[in-house]
């Protein structure tokens, strides 16, 4: 501790005040630290040493099943991968399960943030209405599309009663369509993610530059083209980023309402990753896959990133 | 719902200066608002309707319409398959994590947003690289980790994994929230007498009510619907969450259809009506500016 005791010359008040502004300063400079002491802990334990760890197991034989095995690998586990049909179809059914959910959410996103911030009667409860599903579970929005696909009493079912369709759809167990019944499922729950984060944005729109555009003539198309999208820009850019992270991460809904199948057509990578350490206990393969999946996460999104504020430069 | 309150009309809506464009709006407005609207209202609750049907009519039934009704699938739930507990459980899980969130993104979102300090930049950086790491693909470490400290089959290991994986964006979102109120505010009543904590208590907090209700909501939506660390880390039947309870019946052979609806809607009312009623604070919350950072 430093307490170098002042010069005694100034009189009775002066050491005090100066030595009381010291700790004071060491208390604001600690402060801060302080704060973060929680969220810094809690990080590093919980999601910088797992990490840390998947790192180190990727570079290993790790399978509790076979402990003999067991030792350093090199890079056998990424050489593997090379040849894992599985790997490599995960990894494209992951990319067009990021981009459908991400393209689709954003537009009837937009459209719908759009919609209710219009000026109608019934708004609040229409606003209420439409993003509810916004807060329901993974699991829930699987068991509810599993009533409406069910081809023994569903939607298809009723459909077919009316005479659309033969009535006999079982769009989940079909690997023609279960990619697509299991993404409409994702959306109903998805797109009001992007409706909340875009109302609130268009509710901070600059009114005084709609008025401009209306004194110049502006038609509907034109405000949203040059007004209101330029408005939105940063938040569309963020919200995809963060939406296209979470849909890469997201298995709740394909674990329970597909389980990757039929024919493997919804496995998506972290559900092949979560496959190997359930079932195969491989978790030096299991390890080599997350890194690799981390890897290309933070390589997307820096790309990503990069790209979008290229085309701000340039508009 | 009590979202019936609306906010003045907006210039834009309200146009003023030639009568001209307003009768040309009238009409339109049905095929421009109404109906994509109801179309997407149709999206929407379908789904939900569905669910409440297959809840409320009796096994045998296939009638599209709640009726005759019965209780008798809620009652299985409730009583036979253990969805009191579950219930009991999620609350708990969501109640707490939202508190425990909720504090530290106050602290960290403070330090951030009023400190100047050589750790902040680190700190964004770990912040924003932790929203890539995939949750779902770190079970084995993490369980490995909750099973040294003794947190494995047990609540609050739950409360506290929900917590690490909600804490990066809500405490960036506080960040956000607290930049959003001028300084001077703070330094104004610190001049006047208070301490830094009085000065947060009294000024602050009451400026950050939608930043709260925001952080909050989200916490406690995310953690009550959290299925992954509830499936790994929770062993014994009784400490069951709702998402994991409801994907045991889903799960089994011959679904008993109206059991999982009725499921289904004891899962689904609360976070429905919590966010029914917490949404317009939190678009106005989010409107403040916060996403930009």
Same mark, same amino acid.
């Given at each position: 501790m430093v307490t170098t005791t002042p010069p005694r010359s100034g009189g009775k008040q002066a050491p005090d005040a100066a030595a009381s502004g010291r700790t004071r300063r060491r208390r604001r400079r600690s402060a801060p630290y302080i704060l973060i002491a929680p969220v810094v802990i809690l990080l590093a334990v919980f999601i910088f040493y797992p990490v840390g760890s998947v790192f180190y197991y990727s570079l290993q034989y790790y399978n509790p099943t076979t402990p003999w095995d067991n030792g350093f690998a090199g890079l056998d586990n990424f050489r593997l991968m090379f040849a894992d049909d599985m790997f490599w179809n995960s990894l494209v059914v992951t990319a067009k399960w990021v981009g459908v959910q991400v393209v689709f959410q954003l537009i009837l996103g937009l459209g719908l943030a759009l919609l209710v911030n219009e000026v109608f009667r019934g708004r609040g409860l229409a606003r209420a209405l439409v993003f509810s599903p916004w807060a329901v579970s993974g699991v829930l929005t699987t068991g509810i599309w599993l009533l409406i696909y069910?081809?023994? /009493?569903?939607l298809f079912k009723l459909l077919g009663e009316i005479g659309i369709g033969d009535g006999t759809a079982a769009p989940i167990a079909d690997p023609d369509t279960a990619f697509w019944a299991t993404s409409v499922a994702e959306l109903w729950r998805g797109v009001p993610f992007f409706a909340i984060l875009i109302l609130a944005e268009l509710q901070s729109a600059p009114k005084d530059l709609y008025e401009a555009a209306n004194v110049d003539g502006a038609n509907r198309w034109q405000r949203f083209r040059f007004v209101t999208l330029p408005h939105l820009k940063a938040v569309i850019i963020l919200s995809t980023l963060l939406r296209g992270v979470w849909e890469f991460n997201n298995v709740d809904l394909l674990y329970t309402l /597909? $389980?990757?199948? !039929? $024919?493997?057509? /919804? /496995?998506?990578l972290p559900l092949y990753v979560s496959q190997l350490a359930t079932t195969a206990q491989d978790f030096g393969y299991g390890s080599a896959l997350t890194t690799v999946a981390f890897v290309i996460l933070l390589f997307c999104s820096i790309l990503y990133l990069r790209l979008s504020k290229f085309n701000s430069d340039k508009a | 719902m009590t979202t019936t309150t609306e906010r003045p009309p907006t210039p834009i809506a309200a146009p003023k200066a030639s009568g001209e464009p307003r009768f040309h709006r009238k009409r339109p407005r049905v095929f421009s608002v109404g109906l994509p609207l109801a179309l997407y209202l149709l999206f929407t609750l379908v789904p939900f309707y569905w669910m409440i049907v297959f809840a409320f009519r009796p096994a045998d039934s296939t009638s599209m319409? !709640?009726?005759?009704?019965?209780?008798d699938h809620f009652d299985t739930v409730w009583n036979t398959l253990g969805f009191s507990f579950f219930f009991k459980n999620s609350l708990i899980v969501a109640a707490l994590s939202l508190v425990l969130t909720t504090f530290v993104a106050l602290a960290t979102g403070y330090a951030l947003a009023r400190f100047k300090f050589r750790a902040k930049i680190p700190l964004v950086m770990a912040l924003l690289c932790s929203q890539f790491v995939p949750g779902a693909m770190l079970l084995i470490p993490l369980f490995q980790v909750f099973r040294e400290i003794g947190l494995v089959d047990n609540l609050f290991g739950l409360i506290v994994a929900d917590t690490v994986f909600q804490l990066p964006l809500a405490a960036m979102l506080m960040a956000g929230f607290i930049s959003q109120i001028p300084v001077e505010l703070e330094e104004a009543a610190r001049v006047d007498g208070c301490s830094r904590m009085r000065a947060f208590r009294i000024i602050m907090l009451p400026l950050l009510r939608p930043g709260l209700i925001a952080v909050g909501s989200f916490a406690f939506i995310g953690s009550w619907n959290n299925f992954l660390f509830g499936l790994m880390f929770i062993s014994s039947q009784d400490k069951f969450t709702l998402p994991v309870g409801l994907s045991y019946t889903i799960g089994s052979y011959n679904v008993d259809f109206g059991v999982l609806a009725a499921g289904g809607l004891i899962a689904a009312v609360p976070v429905v009506a919590v966010f029914a009623i917490i949404q317009k604070y939190l678009v106005q919350g989010l409107s403040a500016g916060a996403v930009k950072g």
């Open positions: 069910n081809p023994s /009493t569903g /597909t $389980a990757g199948g !039929p $024919a493997d057509v /919804t /496995t998506t | 319409l !709640p009726w005759p009704i019965t209780f």
